[in-house]
């Protein structure tokens, strides 16, 4: 006999009551914790229960009865189905001050340790068309959002370029505006997608993989310069050459395009990491420009979204790290080098460390383009290549800078950290729950100096955050 499935309860009248991780906000219900989407406190809503555990649930707000005091209007029309800049709904002075509480309770109730008052969050003075690199993906599996199944809209064409509905694999929401990139990336996908409806183009099947195009990568830069990337699946030279004509109609309507790129991609998932991108026209690469250096990005090569945001954020990781002209700096997780090369003029020596091998050459190349000649860059694992070994071998490091990925440092790198015993640590994280982790393996030896948070995202929930570290006495 199958086992019917139970249906879940609808709440009435429910009060949101703060903001939660992940852009959710939180209703209690008894001892019942809710988290909902797409509502800001002081909202009273019914909310439909989507999922329950024993201990909260997830809901969505179907009526709402009266509206929160911070509200604002969402400004895209995507708002609510696309999944991201969930936040739209809150003004952005409450953005931060939610960001700003988000890192001051990571730190407290994770870390657990004695912090000094908290900087006020540095706001990014734009909170549109901030973003400096996006990716679409190409599906003939087009999502088709309440509003239009209940009214029984069809479409001849159910191809579109967009982004992935958050829950689903395949199907891809079409993006007629983003206010994430400037507006030549609109102009630039819409164009390209009119194109390929007018000449009967594929779109890429996930589930079958079959279709020609597979996704666009827009990368812009504060030089003026702009990178488009176009991935493909191709079976055969008749397929290459209908490919490039689409290549050759973007070269010619947007001259503006300096580094015009493609790759074949005839793999079963999307990433290209490990595939050559080849030059159609153009350069291989863009500028990006901080102060008076200039960084040279690839197409695979790692930069910060927010490049505005990005240089607030290495002038305050410079400044934490009161640097005189003397101390050997090791840069851990250097990327391409970025805040080593920022860094490098006010230390005797920085030592960059970094995973994959391309960045620390696209790291090399940058120091190399700035004359800058007091930087090492090291292509490893972290937790492998940062012994006491090594450490003997280039130098006991004064100050560390380290930037690691949203799951934080290993246990290893911290234990070589402590042993180390370098002056001052700067830790910038993009996770305020391991930084907060992770500090307080660090403060056995430490203690917290400065705390600074940085919004590098606005009407997303994400955070960067800035600790100084000090030995204890």
């Known amino acids: 006999m199958a086992r019917t499935k139970k249906e879940l309860p609808l709440l009435e009248k429910v009060m949101i009551t703060d903001v939660a991780a992940e852009g959710k906000a939180i209703?209690?219900?008894?001892?019942?914790?809710?988290?909902?989407?797409?509502?800001?406190?002081?909202?009273v809503v019914d909310l439909q229960i989507k999922?329950?555990?024993?201990?909260?649930?997830?809901?969505?707000?179907?009526?709402?009865?009266?509206?929160?005091?911070?509200?604002?209007?969402?400004?895209?029309?995507?708002?609510?189905v696309c999944g991201g800049?969930?936040?739209?709904?809150?003004?952005?002075?409450?953005?931060?001050?939610?960001?700003?509480?988000?890192?001051?309770?990571?730190?407290?109730?994770?870390?657990?340790?004695a912090l000094p008052d908290v900087s006020p969050i540095v706001?990014?003075?734009?909170?549109?068309?901030?973003?400096?690199?996006?990716?679409?993906?190409?599906?003939?599996?087009?999502?088709?959002?309440?509003?239009?199944?209940?009214?029984?809209?069809?479409?001849d064409q159910m191809n579109a370029v967009g982004f992935h509905i958050s829950g689903t694999f395949d199907k891809v929401l079409a993006i007629e505006e983003c206010w994430l990139q400037d507006g030549i990336s609109n102009r630039i996908r819409n164009a390209i997608r009119d194109y390929a409806y007018?000449?009967?183009?594929?779109?890429?099947?996930?589930?079958?993989?079959?279709?020609?195009?597979?996704?666009?990568?827009?990368?812009?830069?504060?030089?003026?310069?702009?990178?488009?990337?176009?991935?493909?699946?191709?079976?055969?030279?008749?397929e290459m050459t209908r490919f490039k004509a689409i290549l050759q109609y973007l070269s010619d309507t947007f001259p503006g395009i300096?580094?015009?790129?493609?790759?074949?991609?005839?793999?079963?998932?999307?990433?290209?990491?490990?595939?050559?991108?080849?030059?159609?026209?153009?350069?291989?690469?863009?500028?990006?420009?901080?102060?008076?250096?200039?960084?040279?990005?690839?197409?695979?090569?790692?930069?910060?979204?927010?490049?505005?945001?990005?240089?607030?954020?290495?002038?305050?990781?410079?400044?934490?790290?009161?640097?005189?002209?003397?101390?050997?700096?090791?840069?851990?997780?250097?990327?391409?080098?970025?805040?080593?090369?920022?860094?490098?003029r006010q230390a005797h020596r920085v030592i960059g460390i970094e995973f994959v091998p391309e960045a620390i050459e696209d790291a090399k190349v940058n120091a190399q383009i700035n004359g800058i000649g007091n930087a090492l860059f090291f292509a490893g694992d972290m937790k492998d290549l940062l012994t006491q070994d090594f450490i003997l071998r280039y130098g006991r490091p004064d100050v560390v800078i380290t930037d690691p990925p949203r799951a934080g440092m290993h246990r290893d790198v911290i234990d070589v950290l402590l042993a180390a015993g370098p002056k001052r640590i700067v830790y910038v994280s993009c996770n305020p729950a391991t930084q907060a982790r992770d500090l307080a393996l660090l403060c056995e030896k430490y203690e917290v100096a400065a705390v600074q948070p940085v919004d590098m995202f606005p009407h997303t929930h994400h955070v960067e955050n800035v600790v100084l570290l000090k030995q204890k006495e």
Not at 59 to 71: D, I, L, T, W
């Open 27 to 43: 209703a209690r219900v008894n001892d019942l914790v809710v988290f909902v989407p797409y509502v800001v406190p002081g909202d």
């Open 51 to 80: 999922r329950k555990k024993n201990n909260y649930a997830e809901g969505k707000a179907v009526n709402f009865h009266e509206y929160g005091g911070a509200r604002a209007v969402p400004f895209c029309r995507h708002y609510g």
């Open 85 to 113: 800049c969930q936040w739209q709904v809150l003004p952005y002075s409450e953005q931060i001050r939610y960001k700003q509480k988000q890192v001051t309770d990571s730190l407290i109730r994770i870390g657990k340790i």
């Open 123 to 155: 706001g990014s003075e734009k909170t549109q068309f901030y973003r400096n690199k996006l990716e679409f993906t190409f599906s003939n599996k087009r999502w088709l959002t309440n509003e239009e199944i209940k009214q029984n809209v069809t479409y």
């Open 198 to 238: 007018e000449n009967n183009y594929s779109f890429f099947d996930i589930r079958n993989q079959t279709g020609m195009l597979r996704n666009m990568i827009i990368r812009t830069s504060s030089t003026g310069e702009l990178m488009v990337i176009l991935s493909c699946k191709i079976e055969n030279e008749e």
């Open 258 to 344: 300096t580094s015009l790129m493609y790759v074949v991609n005839n793999k079963c998932n999307d990433t290209i990491n490990d595939l050559d991108i080849l030059t159609f026209s153009g350069n291989d690469h863009i500028f990006e420009k901080m102060e008076d250096l200039r960084f040279k990005i690839g197409p695979k090569s790692f930069y910060q979204t927010n490049s505005e945001q990005a240089f607030n954020l290495y002038k305050i990781t410079r400044d934490l790290a009161g640097l005189t002209g003397n101390e050997l700096v090791y840069d851990l997780y250097t990327g391409t080098g970025t805040i080593a090369c920022f860094v490098a």
